[in-house]
């Protein structure tokens, strides 16, 4: 990993990337990626509402660059906004290239995350 480039947030999920999530090339779905950042969202977002959360949007997503076979995909959090009983979080994927040390922005997204009650309704996030 370069020091000017590094991951924003809090490293909140390391998976490995392995041959049955990916293409014919060795190149890792865009899918699984994203539900590896959904994960990440819903674990940070219910830690913060101390409860249920859904994901409700997810805001303009590009690929830089692919994940392969064997990397280690590290996904950053940080919650951005907080609204009455929503969340927007920032996401980082990152990629530890198998085998080494270098890390590579893959992709970024924003999500918007809403807590929910114990009937499936929106309700308040509490104070921290």
Request: proline share 5%; aromatic share 6%; charged share 20%.
């Amino acid at each position: 990993m370069t020091a000017a480039i590094k991951p924003n947030g809090e490293l909140t999920l390391r998976t490995l990337a392995m041959p049955g999530d990916a293409n014919a090339a060795g190149d890792i779905f865009g899918g699984w990626v994203m539900a590896q950042m959904d994960l990440s969202c819903g674990i940070r977002a219910a830690e913060r509402a101390r409860g249920r959360v859904v994901t409700a949007a997810v805001k303009e997503m590009a690929f830089a660059l692919p994940v392969k076979i064997g990397d280690t995909l590290c996904i950053y959090t940080d919650i951005v906004t907080v609204g009455r009983t929503s969340m927007t979080l920032k996401v980082e994927a990152w990629a530890q290239r198998y085998l080494s040390h270098v890390m590579e922005k893959v992709t970024d997204a924003l999500f918007v995350m809403v807590a929910l009650d114990a009937n499936g309704k929106p309700t308040p996030v509490p104070e921290e």
